[in-house]
């Protein structure tokens, strides 16, 4: 069974950074692209980052820059480090495996004085 779990969400005021992480069970990450999504009240999920199982990196234009996305084939993880953090980064944060059903649950980022 493939479970995606997200961790390191948090308030963090304008200008601040954050990393977060997707550590994988039942599924090797390094095989498999992997993406970050994010969803804002009232908007649609939209693609953040992704990362092909050859390690290339994709970004969205409102992050490119600011965040980047790894993989540590190790931990069998994947991080979204968030710097610059401006309050429309505010959204759950969703991780999930290229092409498939697999999600986890999210993680919470907050970008607020």
């Known amino acids: 069974q493939v479970q995606l779990v997200e961790s390191g969400g948090a308030l963090v005021q304008p200008g601040g950074s954050l990393r977060l992480s997707c550590a994988a069970s039942?599924?090797?990450?390094?095989?498999?692209?992997v993406g970050w999504y994010r969803q804002a009240p009232g908007n649609k999920r939209e693609l953040v980052a992704s990362i092909t199982s050859g390690g290339s990196t994709n970004y969205a234009d409102s992050v490119k820059g600011r965040f980047t996305i790894s993989r540590d084939s190790a931990k069998n993880t994947v991080y979204l480090q968030m710097n610059s953090l401006k309050p429309e980064d505010t959204a759950v944060y969703y991780c999930n495996v290229v092409g498939t059903i697999w999600w986890g649950r999210g993680t919470q980022v907050t970008v607020s004085s």
């Open positions: 039942g599924i090797i990450f390094s095989y498999n692209g």
